[in-house]
């Protein structure tokens, strides 16, 4: 004998399963409360689910964006149906949205209006285009347009 088990050789050469999309993304903040202002009122973004720890935000009926207090998360979260284990984050992160081609010029005079300046913008090979800016809590956010990549 070998040592080598058939069956699960053959298990580790089979396909992986497949991921569909990503459902939720998460940053944690300083402040929820600016936070939650920021993302309300400047992003437009509904609520969908908060408390002191967090707000969840609906975004395009697709995704769930959640913003966390820093620190809020470090204990284990029991729920009826299981549990949610520790997490936490620091540090500027980067985040995408997607928006339609004809909206990106809107969301840029937005932005303007609301006193968030536009730190970058790029014209992306594939035809898209993409203007960057920062939350209060220095995370850097994106709004994208199709062809950017190969999959948006």
């Known amino acids: 004998m070998t040592g080598s088990d058939p069956d699960t050789n053959a298990q580790s050469s089979a396909r992986a399963p497949v991921l569909e999309r990503v459902i939720e993304t998460a940053i944690y903040v ?3 409360a600016r936070a939650a202002a920021f993302y309300e009122q400047v992003m437009d973004l ?3 689910v908060s408390d002191d720890r967090f707000r969840a935000y609906d ?4 995704s769930v964006f959640l913003v966390f207090l820093r620190g809020a998360t470090l204990d284990t979260v029991q ?3 299981g549990t ?3 997490h936490d984050g620091h540090g500027p992160l980067h985040l995408a949205f997607g928006v339609a081609s004809d909206e990106l010029p ?7 209006a ?8 790029t014209a992306w090979p594939r035809g898209g285009h993409s203007i960057y800016f920062r939350d209060p809590d220095n995370h850097l956010l994106e709004l994208v347009t199709r062809g950017t990549w190969k999959i948006y």
Not at 59 to 62: A, L, S
Not at 106 to 112: A, D, G, S, Y
């Open 106 to 112: 809107v969301w840029e005079q937005r932005l303007t």
């Open 30 to 32: 300083g402040d929820l």
């Open 79 to 81: 729920l009826p149906g």
């Open 84 to 86: 949610i284990p520790p």
């Open 46 to 48: 509904s609520v969908m």
């Open 114 to 121: 609301k006193g968030v300046a536009i730190e970058a913008r």
């Open 59 to 62: 975004i395009g009926g697709q």
